[in-house]
């Protein structure tokens, strides 16, 4: 079975600053996509970034960038000049190729701080 | 344009009742999900269907009944609702072809059963 986990339940930066989020899963899979959803307070799920397992090239999305190790099965969330609004809760997502199930891991509570 | 909607956004309702939440999408999909996400904040897909055909389901009670009349709608029926089933209910969709078919979330329906 696959699994997802987050090893930080809550973390909090200032303004401005970087923050890594981790996520690891674990999969005898080779091909599979990983994904990471922002929830905010109001509690809307909304996609921030998407990964490939076949692309070596970590994903961008404007100031969200991934660190995507795949032999290591770690797919670390960059958040460069972090905003009051990126406070939210963050969820990793796994999902094998052709499947349609969804795993999440128990997600990052992180806050800007002003 | 709201793309994957839900009603009630709230549900408040006692013990051994049943109630229904309706969930539908407007972009076209041909696969939609429930996703049960507890007070720990922990994400769990329930079912999934795909062209009205039931091909996720999960661990649920027999008291939980989905049901797709077309491909843009998923229901969700709940009888004799007890105080563990409170949580957050998300509707999901996605378009089962492609490659990555990213899943677009509705914004829930926080359920408390009293």
């Known amino acids: 079975a696959q699994t997802v986990t987050q090893s930080q339940p809550e973390m909090s930066v200032q303004e401005a600053e970087t923050v890594t ?31 490939e397992a076949y ?14 190790q795949k032999a290591a099965k770690s797919f670390s969330l960059k958040i ?9 809760m963050y969820f990793c997502a796994f999902r094998i190729q052709g499947a349609q199930k969804l795993v999440f891991g128990q997600g990052t509570r992180l806050t800007i701080n002003p | 344009d709201t793309a ?24 076209g999909h041909d696969t939609m999900y429930w996703y049960k996400q507890d007070s720990k904040k922990f994400l769990k897909i329930m079912f999934s269907y795909n062209n009205k055909e039931l091909i996720i389901n999960e661990t649920v ?22 105080l563990g089933d409170s949580a957050v209910y998300f509707c999901a969709s996605s378009q089962h072809t492609g490659q990555a078919y990213e899943q677009y979330f509705g914004p829930g329906t926080r359920l408390t059963v009293t």
Request: aromatic letters at 10%; a positive charge; hydrophobic letters at 25%.
């Open chain 2, 61 to 82: 009670p027999n008291r939980f009944s989905p049901k797709s009349p077309d491909k843009a709608h998923l229901n969700l029926h709940i009888n004799s609702l007890e």
């Open chain 1, 21 to 51: 989020l981790s996520c690891t899963y674990d999969t005898s899979e080779s091909n599979y996509y990983l994904f990471w959803y922002k929830q905010p307070p109001s509690r809307q799920m909304i996609l921030v970034i998407r990964q």
């Open chain 1, 80 to 88: 460069s000049d972090s905003q009051l609004g990126d406070t939210a």
């Open chain 2, 4 to 27: 994957v909607s839900q009603t009630p956004k709230y549900l408040v309702t006692q013990m051994g009742n049943d109630k229904s939440i309706k969930c539908e999408q407007n972009l």
């Open chain 1, 55 to 68: 692309k070596q090239q970590n994903a961008t999305e404007n100031r969200f960038s991934v660190n995507f």
